[in-house]
Structure formats: C-alpha cells, structure tokens
C-alpha cells in the first residue's frame, strides 16, 4: 500500500521560496508518476506539477517558470521548489500519483502561506 507524508510547509513573504518534499513507501515509486497538488480555502484541490516515471514534467500555467518538480528514486522521493512565490500560493499542497490511482489515500498534506 502507498503511503504519502509530505513536508516543508510554512511561511514566507513574497517572493519569496519553499521547498516541499513527499516521500512515499513502496517498492513501485520508481515506476509511479507522481504530481504535487494544492487546495486554498473554499476551492478545488488542483494539479500544479506532474513527473513521469521518464522524469518529463508538466506544470499548471499558474506555476509555471516559479517551480520545479524532481524525484528521487533511490529515496522515494518527490520534491516541488517554489521560487517567487505570490499570496495566491497559499494552500494546502499534497502529493500523490498522477493521476490519482483509485486506493491510494491522501496524506496530511503540509501549508503553505504566503504574506503580501
């Protein structure tokens, strides 16, 4: 079974940056593609960034030139760098497979909070 525990959250002024990192149990994380995804207050959770298990990227507009996804295999590892982060950051941000595979529960997620 997947297990998801994300970390690194805080908060940091604009323009500022953060780096978040999820690690994930299982022997299979090498083969997984993984998306880091986030939730503000009253809306949808989105996808902001995805790595193949090929380590392509894909990244929502909004974020787009501002973070970086990467992966560690051999630590089961994904992390997202958020550069020039702005108030509209703000979130709860999760990791987990991309797309989201039917089983695998959400962690806890960790907040980020970005001050004007």
């Known amino acids: 079974q997947v297990q998801l525990v994300e970390s690194g959250g805080g908060l940091v002024q604009a323009g500022g940056s953060l780096r978040l990192a999820c690690a994930v149990s299982?022997?299979?994380?090498?083969?997984?593609?993984m998306g880091w995804y986030r939730q503000a207050p009253g809306k949808q959770r989105e996808l902001v960034a995805g790595i193949t298990s090929a380590f392509t990227t894909n990244y929502a507009d909004s974020v787009k030139g501002r973070f970086t996804i990467s992966r560690d295999n051999a630590k089961n590892t994904v992390y997202l760098q958020m550069n020039s982060l702005k108030p509209e950051d703000t979130a709860a941000y999760y990791c987990n497979t991309s797309p989201v595979l039917l089983g695998v529960t959400w962690g806890q997620g960790t907040q980020v909070t970005v001050s004007s």
């Open positions: 299982g022997s299979i994380f090498s083969r997984m593609s």
